[in-house]
């Protein structure tokens, strides 16, 4: 009986420190891990950081991890401890793309994270330096034809959604592009703008400033429908190659374990700021739709793209990557 009621004192010790900590939550700086820093996701991750910040009282930091595409980060975050106290803000690259083309992954994109919000897809968009003697995409291909693996693009990385816009570019098209890695998007256009690179397949939100100001030339937009950032770009649906389309999104998540109370009051502050000024500013300058995704309804989103992405790169004949 005294054993009994001991077993019941200490359980009951245990719910009230438990419940205490949630109750607490959150007593000191959250940080959000930040794969892609300098990037479309850098200004993504400080936005969110502020309207989570305003909401749950409390520091919120972004923490730059940059490095393998993404992975590095990424995989940082799926080891951190799911207290609350370290998010991530990644793009489809990590979550989408690279479970996809590549052979194995250090991390497991679905099983490792809960998801929390996911903006609308925004669709790539044919970026290439003024040197080269073409003035539209059918140029671009001819001149890629004519020159194989003359033309070098630039990516983030190894496997990330810029690399395999340009592997799917390149295999419907049926063109050889030499594609260069780089650790970030920002020092990919780096070189686009100095001509170190001759191409990119990037985000609007990355390469509308250069468009506009005559430093890069913007082709094509890779999908259906023209976006209000570039409305004079065409898209590759209306210069009659409708597959060579390709989309990315970003992402916010939480390591796996982390509680369902603590993750729900992140998603209705995030579903409370989609209508905010910032937030729809952010949405229409990436090219994005005024739109997002919160929890399951993400989760169910993303294992539907995987499978069409499988579908994609199993059709293109793009090769798995080590």
């Known amino acids: 009986m005294r054993r009994q009621l001991l077993v019941m004192v200490i359980c009951s010790m245990v719910f009230v420190a438990l419940g205490a900590q949630a109750q607490d939550y959150p007593n000191k700086t959250i940080r959000i891990i930040n794969p892609f820093p300098g990037g479309p996701t850098d200004s993504f991750a400080r936005l969110v950081a502020g309207k989570l910040q305003a909401g749950l009282k409390q520091s919120v930091i972004v923490d730059a991890k940059a490095g393998a595409g993404g992975v590095i980060g990424v995989t940082a975050a799926a080891k951190s401890a799911p207290d609350g106290y370290t998010l991530l803000i990644t793009s489809a690259s ?5 479970p996809v083309v590549k052979k194995s992954m250090p991390y497991d994109a ?7 919000m996911a903006t609308g897809a925004s669709a790539s ?7 080269l003697p073409v003035k539209n995409l059918r140029e671009f291909i001819d001149y890629a034809r004519a020159n194989p693996e003359a033309v070098s693009y630039g990516s983030s990385g190894t496997g990330t959604a810029l690399h395999l816009a340009g592997e799917v570019f390149a295999s419907i098209a049926g063109v050889k592009l030499q594609h260069i890695p780089y650790k970030t998007a920002a020092q990919s256009m780096t070189d686009l703008l100095g001509g170190q690179v001759k191409a990119m397949f990037d985000s609007p939100n990355n390469s509308s400033p250069q468009i506009k100001n005559g430093k890069v030339k913007g082709l ?8 209000s950032v570039l409305p ?3 898209t590759t649906a209306e210069l009659g190659m409708p597959k060579m389309r390709f989309t990315n999104w970003l992402g916010v998540y939480a390591p796996a374990g982390t509680p369902a109370d603590i993750v729900d009051r992140m998603i209705k502050i995030l579903r409370a700021s989609i209508n905010d000024a910032d937030m729809k500013e952010y949405f229409e300058r990436s090219g994005m739709p005024p739109s997002a995704l919160f929890g399951q309804d993400m989760a169910q989103a993303s294992r539907v793209q995987r499978s069409e992405l499988a579908e994609v790169v199993k059709s293109a004949g793009i090769a798995l990557l080590d």
């Open 110 to 116: 679905e099983k490792d994270f809960v998801p929390i």
């Open 220 to 227: 094509a937009i890779m999908g259906s429908d023209r976006i």
């Open 94 to 98: 990590t979550q989408i793309v690279q």
């Open 232 to 234: 004079d770009v065409p």
């Open 125 to 131: 968009v044919v970026v290439v330096h003024p040197s």
